[in-house]
């Protein structure tokens, strides 16, 4: 845990303190999605800015590494001329800038990799690089790492974003994780408190009513919380799921049993509490933006995830107001999370008199994506191979199999890595591989399944009536699952699971090229 500030810090926070108005306290606790026109906040996100919006997430855009340097820039000098603390920065940075830019900086890999390869100093290496390049960029505060602990075959959401290991060891990854992020720059968040890793139903779609015991959420799901207050993490992101048996009949987010007698007495955190997304049909279906932020920081939060664009928040500072004028939010409280929310900032070094600017010339190195090459990248990835069976060589000329995106960067970076490769971009299905034969007769194939989430039973079929056709031809088959390849080793030949993308789509480089070092 964070010590009470001490000397100039502490003279910092009070005189912010004192200088924001009730109104600007309020907006202090709202995290709100920016607009960009001409390269430049735009006219509402500035607005939000002058009335102490304190948190801006990710331009959500596939914006090059630069522009968005210059972006944060323009940010940190709006906020020096109103007088108003910088706001920060956020993004769900899970495999690197390149999560939130689209295509700009490093690919790291997913959760799910670094839970593969098991090894905390790997996991800390990742987070201290990937603090490094964003802290360059502008950005302060990442929504990871993801310490659920995943226990459901079906689970909808998590998947790579997930270490998908016990609870101890995601306590233990994920504790380093918090020590790179935090000790390079960057604010870490342990997500998804009180854990989301036995819902049967993705959050963004609906609220899941999730029926755990005592003991399970004590020897399971809790730890790897415990690990990250122990580990200084300087946010808690608290989800949308009910937990009837435990007496959680509400969204935990909206819960004031979770957020202040589960987090505050009980793990003795006092750091800062985040909502995920109130924009999530979990929330959404049920509650306005404005209503649910009321409900939230009620609650104990200290940050409302409103995640709306930025044009909404005068409306929700307005409602937060009301709430404030009719006792429903104390003004003692609201001025506790302001000083969290500033001792954070104090933290990572926002604390100056002078707003920090980013290099911009430094920050267009990272324009282009980025390859990962730390020494334990192959580790990332799991290969199951019959034995006797011999790495591909480079004069293989390999065929691609597969429509989606994680096909295609196969091909792509095979190419660049100096292999023979073409992609068929037939949909593998059954009668797929006999036909991509046909067409490429005595070639070896490369089919790249992209289940996402869909589960291991379901994912098995696929694969299963895919390799009966031509099973001499296939030189690997590639599967993007949470579950090790010795999930899928009784299919003979080699099989490779490599983490590579999540439930968005999103796609990380990093395991491909991870693929390509272990095949």
Not at 329 to 338: P, W
Request: glycine share 8%; proline share 7%.
């Amino acid at each position: 845990m964070p010590r009470p500030p001490t000397g100039r810090t502490a003279r910092w926070i009070d005189d912010q303190l004192s200088r924001l108005t009730p109104s600007q306290k309020l907006a202090q606790r709202l995290l709100v999605v920016p607009g960009i026109e001409s390269g430049r906040p735009d006219d509402a996100t500035r607005h939000a800015l002058e009335l102490g919006v304190g948190v801006l997430h990710t331009l959500g855009i596939d914006l090059p590494a630069s522009a968005a340097a210059r972006y944060h820039n323009e940010v940190a000098r709006l906020c020096a001329d109103a007088g108003l603390p910088p706001a920060l920065i956020s993004g769900n940075l899970e495999s690197g800038v390149a999560y939130a830019l689209g295509s700009s900086g490093t690919h790291f890999p997913y959760p799910r990799g670094i839970g593969l390869a098991g090894d905390a100093e790997l996991a800390y290496r990742v987070a201290a690089q990937g603090a490094r390049e964003a802290r360059s960029l502008g950005y302060h505060w990442t929504f990871s790492p993801c310490v659920d602990v995943v226990v459901v075959p079906d689970d909808p959401i998590l998947g790579v974003r997930a270490y998908g290991v016990p609870a101890g060891l995601s306590g233990a990854l994920g504790a380093a994780q918090i020590r790179g992020y935090q000790e390079h720059g960057v604010l870490a968040t342990a997500k998804h408190f009180p854990g989301h890793g036995d819902s049967s139903v993705d959050s963004h779609l609906d609220l899941p009513r999730v029926n755990r015991s005592r003991a399970e959420h004590e020897q399971i799901h809790l730890p790897p919380f415990s690990a990250a207050v122990a580990a200084g993490v300087a946010a808690i992101m608290v989800a949308h799921l009910e937990l009837p048996a435990l007496g959680i009949n509400e969204p935990a987010s909206l819960s004031a049993t979770v957020n202040r007698h589960w987090l505050r007495t009980e793990l003795e955190f006092d750091g800062v509490i985040v909502t995920d997304a109130l924009r999530m049909d979990a929330i959404a279906r049920r509650h306005d933006p404005a209503d649910a932020a009321v409900l939230a920081l009620r609650a104990g939060a200290d940050v409302a995830n409103v995640k709306c664009p930025a044009a909404e928040a005068p409306r929700i500072i307005e409602r937060l107001l009301e709430a404030l004028a009719d006792g429903t939010l104390l003004q003692t409280e609201v001025d506790d999370s302001v000083r969290r929310l500033l001792l954070a900032r104090s933290l990572i070094g926002l604390d100056g008199e002078i707003p920090e600017l980013i290099d911009e010339d430094r920050a267009g190195g990272f324009d282009q994506p980025l390859e990962w090459s730390d020494p334990g990248r192959a580790s990332t990835v799991s290969l199951h191979a019959d034995r006797g069976t011999a790495a591909l060589s480079p004069e293989t000329r390999l065929v691609v199999v597969g429509e989606s995106e994680l096909a295609r960067r196969f091909a792509e970076l095979g190419t660049r890595r100096g292999l023979q490769m073409v992609l068929d971009a037939e949909p593998l299905g059954p009668g797929a591989l006999a036909r991509v034969a046909a067409r490429h007769p005595g070639e070896q194939l490369l089919p790249v399944f992209c289940a996402g989430t869909v589960p291991l039973a379901q994912q098995r079929k696929e694969v299963e009536s895919a390799v009966v056709d031509v099973p001499q031809q296939i030189a690997a088959l590639v599967i993007n699952s949470a579950e090790p390849a010795e999930a899928f080793g009784d299919l003979g030949g080699r099989v490779l699971t490599a983490p590579a993308v999540d439930a968005f789509a999103i796609v990380t480089d990093a395991a491909i090229h991870a693929a390509f070092d272990v095949l």
